[in-house]
């Protein structure tokens, strides 16, 4: 393939990368996609100095860590650990820059390698239709693990919806993920009836088109509920559990708990619903 250049500035000392590409006839073998994982970093860690412009930073050491972040007790209502094993891993943050709003975000959606350099995809959002804005400026960040290597590290921005899903079951064991249609994150050490995912940490695997695929299974009966929560039997994180479903369409946020047990409010079709949630999840592991 043709190695991809992107056009370079400098961000905190660290060299990182624009949008716009030019293409060099290079030939740096085939692209291979390369595992990651999500870090809630802000549980543990403030930005001691937000930048105003787009901007990455690679961390290969607790002591580049201090320089540009101050740690503080957690603040998150899921406990994290903050420590990285820089032996094994480095941290990329990516910044989106100032926003005069709320709804902006920025998130990393795969990342290839081949013999070159590593390419990290990312996408970002601006406010959604019908979403409440405050005139505040904000920073949006991402922030992963990778694999520590020597190759150079650019940055591709590509065109995704943020829509996705979440499953999961609860009872015996606690098995959560999300579904987009670029990736599939597992959640590591999900607490029941803790569902603030954003402050758990996951492994990523890039897969296309699943939220497309798995959204044909969405019975009538719960896309009419939209933007709702709703119970179906009396599903518990002991005796019978559950399995848990949540839904983002834009701003609307759809949650669906399910006992594991087929109760007298479950129509036919949740009952083919929770078994397709099921069977899901079997295959995620």
Do not use: W
Not at 119 to 134: A, S, V
Not at 173 to 181: K, P, S, V, W, Y
């Amino acid at each position: 393939m043709k190695k991809l250049m992107l056009s370079l500035f400098i961000a905190f000392g660290f060299s990182a990368c624009s949008l716009s590409n030019d293409d060099l006839n290079v030939d740096c073998g085939t692209n291979a996609d390369l595992p990651f994982s999500g870090v809630p970093i802000l549980c543990n860690y403030s930005v001691k100095t937000l930048p105003n412009n787009p901007s990455a930073l690679i961390i290969s050491s607790q002591e580049k860590m201090d320089l540009y972040f101050t740690k503080h007790e957690n603040t998150c209502t899921v406990a994290s650990d903050p420590v990285i094993d820089y032996s094994k891993y480095y941290m990329v943050a990516l910044f989106a820059g100032a926003k005069p709003t709320n709804g902006y975000a920025i998130k990393i959606t795969s990342i290839t390698e081949n013999n070159c350099e590593i390419i990290i995809n990312f996408y970002e959002k601006g406010p959604q239709t019908g979403e409440t804005l405050t005139q505040t400026p904000t920073y949006p960040t991402d922030f992963i693990l990778i694999p520590k290597t020597a190759k150079g590290i650019l940055f591709n921005r590509t065109n995704e919806s943020p829509d996705n899903i979440v499953i999961g079951n609860f009872g015996t064991t606690n098995d959560f993920f999300q579904i987009n249609d670029y990736n599939i994150l597992k959640f590591l050490g999900v607490s029941v009836n803790n569902y603030e995912f954003e402050q758990y940490k996951y492994n990523a695997k890039t897969v296309r088109s699943e939220y497309t695929l798995f959204s044909k299974n969405i019975p009538a009966e719960i896309l009419a509920i939209k933007g709702q929560t709703k119970t179906y039997g009396t599903p518990n994180s002991a005796g019978q559990g559950g399995v848990y479903f949540e839904l983002h369409q834009g701003i609307t946020v759809t949650k669906i708990y399910i006992d594991n047990n087929d109760t007298a409010d479950q129509s036919s079709e949740i009952k083919a619903f929770k078994m397709a949630i099921k069977s899901k999840i079997n295959n995620l592991k």
